[in-house]
C-alpha cells in the first residue's frame, strides 16, 4: 500500500505542469511467455498499452542490451532484486514479469511487476489468475487489467468483465435452451403433421378401396344379370322347339289312324 501510494503521488508530481498526462518512462523487457513469438507479441502490446496511459517508453533495442549488461554485472542477483540497475537504465520505473498459458483454453497466468530503478525495490505488482482463456482476452481485457492494478491497485475492470462474462453464459444458456425447446416444439409438431398427413392418406387409401370394392361389386353384378338374361333367353327357346316338336309329332299319330280311300 505504501508503495503504490509512493508511485501515485510520484506520478502526480511528474505530471504537474505537463500539458496532458505524463507518469515517468518506464523500461519494458522482454515478458516470458510459452513461444518466442508469443514473449515479443505481448510485449509489444504491453509496451503500447503503457505508451497510451501516460509513459514514456524506452526504446526497445536499448533495454534488450541494457538488461543484458546488468545481468553480467549483477551475476547472481535473483530477478526480485534490481538494486543499482537505475545506473544504468534511463527510466524510472522497470516492468518485468511472465505469462503462462498452455494453449487449451484452461486459463492464462500472468504476473507483471513493476521496478522502482532507484531503489531496485519491487513497487507493485499485477496479476491474472485463470480469469480469461484466449490471447484476445488478454491483450484486450487482460492489459486493462493489468494497468489498472499497477497504477490504480485496483481491478474493477476485470471484476466487470468477469460478471459480465457470467452474464453472457448465463444469456447464452437460456438461448440455448430456448433454442432446444423451440426445436422441441417444431419437431414435435412436425411429427403431428405426419401423423395429420398419415391419417389423411390412410382414409383417403381406405376410401379408394372402398370405391374400387363397390365398382368391383357393381361390375360382377351387371355380369352375373347378362348370365342370368342369357340363361332366360336360351330357356324359351327350348321351350318353343319342344313344343313344336310336341305339336308335330302329335299330328303324326293322328294322321296313322286315318284310313284313307283310294277309288
Known amino acids: 500500500m505504501i508503495n503504490r501510494m509512493m508511485l501515485i503521488l510520484t506520478l502526480n508530481s511528474i505530471s504537474i505542469g505537463q500539458t496532458k498526462d505524463y507518469y515517468g518512462t518506464v523500461a519494458v523487457s522482454l515478458i516470458d511467455a510459452p513461444t518466442k513469438f508469443y514473449t515479443v507479441s505481448f510485449t509489444n502490446k504491453l509496451e503500447k498499452v503503457f505508451s497510451e496511459s501516460g509513459f514514456d517508453v524506452v526504446e526497445r533495442n536499448s533495454i534488450n542490451k541494457i538488461m543484458k549488461e546488468w545481468k553480467l554485472k549483477t551475476s547472481g542477483v535473483t530477478d526480485d532484486e534490481f538494486e543499482g540497475i537505475g545506473e544504468i537504465l534511463a527510466a524510472d520505473y522497470l516492468i518485468t514479469g511472465t505469462v503462462d498459458d498452455d494453449g487449451k483454453n484452461s486459463g492464462i497466468y500472468c504476473v507483471i511487476k513493476m521496478i522502482d530503478v532507484q531503489s531496485g525495490k519491487l513497487m507493485d505488482a499485477a496479476s491474472i489468475e485463470g480469469q480469461i482463456t484466449t490471447k484476445r482476452e488478454l491483450y484486450d481485457i487482460g492489459l486493462e487489467s493489468i494497468m489498472e492494478q499497477l497504477v490504480y491497485g485496483t481491478n474493477q475492470k476485470m471484476k466487470d468483465y468477469q460478471v459480465a462474462a457470467v452474464v453472457e453464459s448465463t444469456n447464452k444458456t437460456i438461448r440455448e435452451l430456448n433454442q432446444k425447446q423451440e426445436t ?65 309329332s302329335k299330328s303324326i299319330r293322328l294322321n296313322k289312324g286315318i284310313d284313307y280311300e283310294f277309288g
Open 184 to 248: 422441441m416444439r417444431l419437431e414435435s409438431q412436425l411429427k403431428k403433421k405426419e401423423m395429420k398427413e398419415k391419417r389423411k392418406s390412410q382414409f383417403f387409401r381406405g376410401l379408394y378401396d372402398f370405391t374400387m370394392g363397390i365398382i368391383y361389386a357393381f361390375i360382377r353384378f351387371i355380369e352375373l344379370l347378362i348370365i342370368i338374361e342369357k340363361e332366360d333367353d336360351d330357356s324359351s327357346n327350348y321351350s318353343i322347339v319342344t313344343k313344336e316338336n310336341y305339336a308335330l
